[in-house]
């Protein structure tokens, strides 16, 4: 059975950090592309983060670049985001999401993704 399992979320304030975790079973990470993608109640799921399985090039959200890294480790089949200089705004569930192919720029296109982890709440307030 493949599975994507995040970790690492919860309440922190505002300037603080997180790191989350996306845990593979079933299948190797290494050899898909993997997204980090995060929803706010009311708001449509929104990419945040990627890196791709060929060269590990990585590619960011505007609301997250310079304060987000996403990092992979393939000896332990998972694959992280840190998150530094949290903001309120960046209250979400936040989703890692794997997918096999290759689609070049389309890097947050939630359809080309096949298989999706159960999400993880952060909370960032005071």
């Known amino acids: 059975q493949l599975q994507l399992v995040e970790s690492g979320g919860g309440l922190v304030q505002p300037g603080g950090s997180l790191r989350l975790s996306c845990a593979a079973s079933?299948?190797?990470?290494?050899?898909?592309?993997i997204g980090w993608f995060r929803q706010a109640p009311g708001k449509e799921r929104e990419g945040v983060s990627y890196?791709?399985?060929?060269?590990?090039?990585?590619n960011y959200a505007g609301s997250v670049q310079g304060r987000f890294t996403i990092s992979r480790d393939n000896a332990k089949n998972t694959v992280f985001l840190q998150m530094s200089s949290l903001k309120p705004e960046d209250t979400a569930v936040y989703y890692c999401?794997?997918?096999?192919?290759?689609?070049?720029?389309?890097?947050?296109?939630?359809?080309?993704?096949?298989?999706w982890g159960q999400g993880t709440q952060v909370t960032v307030s005071s």
């Open positions: 999401a794997a997918r096999a192919g290759y689609y070049g720029g389309y890097y947050f296109e939630t359809r080309l993704y096949e298989h």
């Open positions: 079933g299948f190797t990470l290494e050899n898909y592309d």
């Open positions: 890196i791709n399985a060929r060269d590990g090039h990585t």
